[in-house]
């Protein structure tokens, strides 16, 4: 059952997670993992999963965080899949609505930081994410409407077995995923799957421009925004910003 608290526009819906309708994101708690990190294969797990493969850990429920973007608006896509065409292995890339990714620090709260700029590519050193840095002036951050990283709300998977319910991005920790597992809660748009993809990411630790990531355990918030535009994976259709004119 959904949380009465789902009435209001900005409200603590389950245990570390926030959800802010009138701004159109969902906020969780969480913790920075560290390094060194070898390579990267998800941007955010559950504790006690993939701390070895990831940049934060989240403190909420996968299933917490699913409720939390369907109450923001969202309709889940599907995680990536793949089946046999013949004698050939058809790969399904994730679909789902877009998605913006962001740290927020608590000694900075008014300067969200894209989270694709701590991921780097392995082989060039590019970040994930190019977003340019505001200037040193600059009062506050302005998300950008499209802010990178092309993330998904793919929605994971829901498995029976053992005469019990499974959601497998809590069962395997697969909350925010660079490369494709399958059951990941928030994907993106790549055909790349997990087997292989340690050879692509790793940690960015220290962007040009951004903010340093804290200290190991350091902890801080990761917002999730709706990305403003027409999504054909959106059953909402075209999402404008509050207060837009048609």
Same mark, same amino acid.
Request: a negative charge; aromatic letters at 6%.
């Given at each position: 059952?959904? #949380?009465?608290?789902?009435?209001?526009?900005?409200? +603590?819906?389950?245990? %570390?997670?926030?959800?802010?309708?009138?701004?159109?994101?969902?906020?969780?708690?969480? &913790?920075?993992?560290?390094?060194?990190?070898?390579?990267?294969?998800?941007?955010?797990?559950?504790? !006690?999963?993939?701390?070895? +493969? %990831?940049?934060?850990?989240?403190?909420?429920?996968?299933?917490?965080? &699913?409720?939390?973007?369907?109450?923001?608006?969202?309709?889940?896509?599907? #995680?990536? *899949?793949? &089946?046999?065409?013949?004698?050939?292995?058809?790969?399904?890339?994730?679909?789902?609505?877009?998605? !913006?990714?962001?740290?927020?620090?608590?000694?900075?709260? *008014?300067?969200?930081?894209?989270?694709?700029?701590?991921?780097?590519?392995?082989?060039?050193?590019?970040?994930?994410?190019?977003?340019?840095?505001?200037?040193?002036?600059?009062?506050?951050?302005?998300? #950008?409407?499209?802010?990178?990283? !092309?993330?998904?709300?793919?929605? %994971?998977?829901?498995?029976?077995?053992? /005469?019990?319910?499974?959601? @497998?991005?809590?069962?395997?920790?697969?909350?925010?995923? @660079?490369?494709?597992?399958?059951? *990941?809660?928030?994907?993106?748009?790549? %055909?790349?799957?997990?087997?292989? !993809?340690?050879?692509?990411?790793? @940690?960015?630790?220290?962007? /040009?421009?951004?903010?340093?990531?804290?200290?190991?355990?350091?902890?801080?918030?990761?917002?999730?925004?709706?990305?403003?535009?027409?999504?054909?994976?959106?059953? &909402?259709?075209?999402?404008?910003? #509050?207060?837009?004119?048609?």
């Amino acid at each position: 059952m959904l #949380p009465a608290a789902a009435d209001v526009d900005v409200a +603590e819906l389950f245990p %570390s997670v926030t959800l802010d309708r009138a701004a159109g994101h969902v906020e969780v708690r969480g &913790h920075v993992i560290g390094g060194p990190v070898e390579w990267l294969e998800l941007l955010a797990c559950r504790p !006690g999963t993939r701390e070895h +493969e %990831s940049v934060v850990t989240l403190d909420a429920r996968a299933e917490h965080l &699913h409720a939390a973007l369907l109450l923001l608006g969202l309709t889940p896509g599907t #995680p990536a *899949d793949a &089946h046999w065409q013949g004698d050939t292995l058809v790969q399904i890339p994730p679909r789902g609505p877009g998605l !913006g990714v962001f740290f927020v620090f608590d000694d900075a709260p *008014d300067r969200p930081v894209p989270a694709g700029v701590y991921v780097a590519d392995q082989a060039t050193n590019a970040p994930l994410n190019p977003a340019q840095p505001p200037l040193p002036e600059a009062p506050a951050v302005q998300i #950008p409407a499209d802010p990178g990283g !092309g993330w998904l709300f793919a929605g %994971s998977r829901l498995v029976e077995a053992r /005469e019990r319910s499974y959601f @497998l991005a809590e069962e395997n920790g697969t909350l925010i995923s @660079l490369v494709n597992f399958g059951d *990941d809660l928030i994907a993106r748009d790549t %055909s790349q799957a997990a087997d292989g !993809g340690n050879g692509l990411w790793t @940690l960015n630790p220290a962007p /040009e421009g951004w903010p340093a990531l804290p200290a190991a355990g350091t902890a801080l918030t990761v917002r999730l925004t709706r990305v403003w535009g027409a999504s054909e994976d959106d059953a &909402h259709g075209p999402l404008e910003r #509050p207060g837009q004119p048609r």
